[in-house]
């Protein structure tokens, strides 16, 4: 063998180890590598909810128009409806507003905005179609802090419907018994109209 093949041998057998070890040593020495998922861009949910496309057509159809004022309730304020938006109550708002919806959620005290209470005049007061764009556009301060978070992305057009209707049984309850002794219990337990 000339100088030359030798040389080439070692080489060769010094790359082959070389690649061995790199096997073993991968997960040592820890270098990032743009497949690794951890370093990938990622989203969680809600953060930074992407807008919709421009000229976009919602396949539910328009929820509403925009400058044209509240939308009016197309559902039926039916038993179905109701007991849809209590399910849907129970998942998307309760943590906030509450079991009893007066405001007072697990994670409402950590609010730095105390979540409304939905069975008072306040909120029963507003049309449906208040409630409905509360509930798809969340409120949102002067200074751009999030009082609470928009929910379209996390409702439907129908789910918020019903949970608005679910939320005109709130205050049935607790406006059906004044003649009655209104007790703190009664008022605080607003089970919905069927
Ligand atoms: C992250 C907490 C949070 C969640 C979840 C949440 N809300 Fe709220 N909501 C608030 C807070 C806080 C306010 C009061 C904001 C303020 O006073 O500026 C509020 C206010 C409201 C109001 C009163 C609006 C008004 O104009 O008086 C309505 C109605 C309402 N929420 C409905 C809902 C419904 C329905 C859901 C579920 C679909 C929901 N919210 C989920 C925190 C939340």
Redesign the pocket.
Known sequence: MSFLQRLLVVIAVAVLLFGVLMIFSFDIIKIDWVSFMEIQPSFKPMEHPLPVAARSIPIEGAAYIPGQGAPSNPVPADPVSVERGRI??SV??I???GPKADGNGV?GGA?M????N?TGD??QN?PDG??FL??SNG?Q?TGGQI???A?NEN?TVRDRWD?VNY?RTLKATVTATPTSTTTAATTATPTPKP
């Open positions: 849907l109550y998307t708002c943590q906030c507003h994670i609010l905005f105390q979540p409304a939905l306040v909120v507003k208040a409630l509360t509930i409120i301060g009082h609470m978070p929910l409702l949970v939320i």
